[in-house]
């Protein structure tokens, strides 16, 4: 799985907001009998530094200022990629405090103080709700907005492109699915040439 798109859905979301989401994104149970999915959360700590460090950068980013924040992008990347594997194992949270809900509910219990708790509401409250859906095709693939000043991202990486469908409510002021698509953008070629700076300072390296 291509983990490139969630740290700039991140880096975008920041820049057009100035603040982090709270970001959900699909992980599959589909290894375990019956499973279906879990929460793959963000932002990672490694991805928040990362996100903050490129929104500091000034316009005419010098060589090592580059490098510097490759490496915190390769951090985000490769963190991302081992917890959405944890996830994947059956170690996410999300299903678990689902299944004391479902329990709860089903043996007439009152609820966990924890699942009644602000934080717990607070953390269920996703700006942003994204799930990656390779094909070699392509074909029109979205979904809707999980709140209202939520964004529903539904992603293709291939070889050469990555296609996007980015979904936002009319009637909320703070959201835009063009504004956010057009920070999107940005993010992308930025994590791009932070890629191509950091080649060519390995590359100096070796003559």
């Known amino acids: ?41 963000l932002p990672t700590m490694a991805s928040k530094q990362f996100v903050e460090a490129v929104a500091k950068m000034p316009a005419k980013t010098t060589m090592s200022i580059g490098t510097i924040v490759d490496g915190m992008m390769e951090e985000a990347i490769v963190g991302h990629k081992r917890y959405t594997g944890e996830v994947m194992n059956g170690m996410g949270m999300d299903r678990h405090l689902l299944g004391l809900r479902l329990l709860a509910a089903e043996h007439g219990v009152p609820l966990p103080e924890l699942l009644r708790s602000d934080i717990y509401q607070r953390l269920l409250h996703f700006r942003l709700s ?22 529903g991202v539904c992603y293709n990486p291939q070889e050469n492109h990555i296609f996007f469908t980015i979904t936002a ?26 890629v191509d700076w950091a080649g060519r300072l390995k590359g100096r390296a070796k003559l």
């Open 1 to 41: 799985m291509c983990r490139i798109p969630s740290v700039a859905l991140q880096l975008a979301f920041f820049r057009l907001h100035g603040s982090h989401a709270l970001a959900y994104e699909t992980g599959s149970l589909r290894r375990f009998a019956d499973g279906r999915t879990d929460t793959v959360r």
């Open 130 to 151: 994204t799930s990656q859906l390779p094909s070699a095709h392509v074909l029109p693939m979205g979904f809707g907005p999980s709140a209202p000043d939520c964004y």
């Open 169 to 194: 409510f009319n009637d909320c002021a703070e959201t835009s699915a063009e504004r956010f698509a057009n920070a999107l953008e940005r993010a992308l070629l930025d994590m791009r040439d932070l």
